[in-house]
């Protein structure tokens, strides 16, 4: 039963909106721009120049130069083509990878892929709040080690990584060093320079840009086995006629990106502890899940004890509120989320929790919905719950 | 995802709560990962005359335990434990694939009231 009050989106991380200007982009390159960019032909040239704008400002995003990205589907690609092209194509040097244990599943999945051809993989752990310890990835380096693998930023509890420490180890030791900035584009500022990543993966969605276009940076002079072979396109790295209105639309919204990140995130992270500090103040046995400074400005991820995150995230919804559950319990399993596991946070907590993350869309008035209606479907599950002392 | 039945019982269960002196308990499920269910029966000249829960879990958890205390009012112990986890599914329209394992339990834990119910009618003979 929806209540009358307006629908209130809560699920930055999972997705964004369509920024206006982004879609008109699109649409009017379908329209009027079908070309073909490797076409000879006046349409071609039109398109290879749109291409190209597109690129350059996707590139400006990240402080790439233009030639340095490959554009994929998205970030899922970018990271298959990161790890696979990056250990496929130094095969002959070493057969071993390290990755963070709390990376995307595009990235642990691909990682226990490579497993299967011989590869060894080291998964990192991280402490109570998410991060790496950049000496552990130095200890974990061998001199067979071939790529590292740590996030910018993590998609569920939103703890930013030092990134730049972990390149330095990697550039020191000449390991080659990826990054998965998917979450982090668009709400901190990413420099691949000084990241000192070789490889770093990003995604239009999730910057008010349209789905099943990313990209993959990848610094000048990196040899990569393509994922996908044909027409030899993307300088040979990812064949397939490109998704011109994808990347067109990417590169509107890498634009309004950079001119408006400050802005974005200050107003997210003001709206986040908003959230945050109503959440904890008005619920007993909460907590807040990741760092409790480095992280991205607009995530809030809580645990309740005693209530699981499904059934908090199917009120919400009841009431016109919409957030993701930190439980892989939609997933099919009962497992709580690897990231809270790898955290060390205790089953109890794991289960319930909850991911809100604020975007351009909401306002105070949206916090302040979801500090009604959140504390009072706690409070109705843990009346129902076994484990939860009434 | 979710049937209708399935939102309806999950947002409105039926019978929460315990049973002060209940003639039965069953719990099952695992603390540290997934749902826990606990079903409490009172049994009257062989039929159950009130069964009431408390679950923590997903809304298939808490819908298929809200379901299971409405089937099971007024049966006979034996036809109560002739209720399947399927059939508590089926009630409800069905279930996603994902949560006929995970989180389809309700009637192992009425099985367990009832087991329960069993072993302290025998105690006391």
Known sequence: MRTESKDVYLDHAATTPVDPAVARASVDCMERGFGNPSSLHAFGRAARHAMQEGREKVAALIGAAFEEIVFTSGGTEADNLALHGAAEARRERGDHLIVSGIEHHAVLETAGELEGRGFRVTRLPVDGDGLVDPEEVRRAITSRTVLISVMLANNEVGTIQEVAAIGRIAREREVLFHSDAVQAAGSIPVDVGRLNVDLLSVSAHKLYGPKGIGALYVRKGVRLEPLLHGGGQERGRRAGTENLPGIVGFGVAAELAVAKREERAARAASLRDRLVAGVLAQIPDARLNGHSTKRLPGNAHFSFLGVEGEAILLNLDLEGIACSSGSACASGTTEPSHVLTAMGLPGEWAGGSVRLTLGEANDAGDVDRALEVLPRVVAKLRRLSPVYPN | ?125
């Open chain 2, 1 to 125: 995802m979710y049937s209708d039945k399935v939102m309806d019982h999950f947002n409105n269960p039926r019978n929460v709560g315990e049973i002060a002196g209940a003639d039965g308990v069953g719990q099952v499920g695992n603390p540290s990962c997934g749902d826990i269910m606990k079903i409490f029966i009172k049994v009257d000249d062989n039929r159950i005359t009130d069964c009431k829960f408390k679950t923590f879990g997903c809304g298939a958890a808490i819908a298929t335990s809200s379901m299971v205390t409405e089937m099971v009012r007024d049966k006979t112990v034996e036809e109560a434990m002739n209720i399947s986890n399927r059939a508590v599914a089926e009630a409800l329209d069905g279930l996603p694939p994902v949560k006929m394992h995970c989180s389809n339990l309700a009637a192992d834990a009425l099985h367990a009231a009832i087991e329960d119910y069993r072993h302290r009618s025998k105690a006391e003979a």
